[in-house]
């Protein structure tokens, strides 16, 4: 699986969008991008998944560019409830379609 | 999304006994579960991937003979920690899919404390 890079950290503020980057520049064609988030102590939650268009549901949207190296995960009205790591993660079938979990991005949301 | 559970949520064993944990998916057939760890401070850890019916298939440096996975049916796989040291002691994860391209949920996780 193509390995991702995003920041450790980044704070935002309650009510406003956190936007979630992550760069993929390796990654193949057949291989989707997902995201979870881990609440303390917790097992983690899925949130999304893309392949290549931009896709919304009711927890956020990503949005994958379109050489599919990098894509941003939008939380689009922040709450405390999200402070949460954020992982990204690249999978495709070469790997037998495991998730591969790197450091991912632990989000502070500041009242 | 689909509901992974996860049992028990917390063990705290004495060292040299052997622990189970039971995860099942409650509203799906779980083709495939993984076993993660994860250490404090640290990002999840692959350990195995079992698919219903076959021998699980452990990632690198995972012990097979410690770390004992059964996946006899299409909604539970247990992993039992045999003979536990406290090194041992750490948050396991169990997640599941439905099909080969599915998305994957987790359960709540176990946190075992060996002593």
């Known amino acids: 699986d193509a390995k991702t890079t995003q920041p450790p950290s980044m704070d935002c503020a309650e009510g406003r969008a956190a936007n979630l980057p992550c760069n993929h520049s390796?990654?193949?064609?057949?291989?989707?991008v997902y995201w979870y988030r881990q609440i303390h102590s917790q097992g983690p939650q899925y949130i999304i998944h893309g392949l290549k268009n931009n896709e919304t549901n009711e927890m956020a949207s990503l949005i994958i560019t379109e050489d599919r190296k990098s894509s941003t995960l939008i939380l689009p009205h922040a709450t405390l409830r999200d402070t949460a790591v954020y992982y990204c993660?690249?999978?495709?079938?070469?790997?037998?379609?495991?998730?591969?979990f790197g450091g991912g991005t632990r989000v502070l949301v500041k009242p | 999304g689909a509901v992974v559970s996860q049992h028990p949520s917390r063990v705290i064993c004495k060292s040299g006994t052997s622990v189970k944990i039971e995860c099942r998916s409650l509203d799906f057939q779980a083709t495939t579960m993984f076993w993660y760890r994860q250490f404090p401070k640290q990002s999840l850890m692959l350990m195995a991937t079992?698919?219903?019916?076959?021998?699980?298939?452990?990632e690198q440096g995972v012990e097979k003979d410690k770390f004992l996975i059964n996946h006899a049916s299409l909604t539970l796989s247990t992993l039992t920690v045999t003979s536990a040291h406290p090194e041992d002691s750490s948050f396991y994860i169990c997640?599941?899919?439905?099909?080969?391209?599915?998305?994957?949920?987790f359960g709540q996780g176990t946190r075992l404390t060996v002593v």
């Open positions: 079992s698919n219903e019916g076959s021998k699980a298939t452990y």
């Open positions: 997640s599941a899919r439905e099909g080969e391209i599915s998305e994957a949920f």
């Open positions: 390796t990654i193949s064609g057949n291989e989707y």
């Open positions: 993660i690249v999978r495709g079938k070469a790997a037998g379609n495991k998730l591969t």
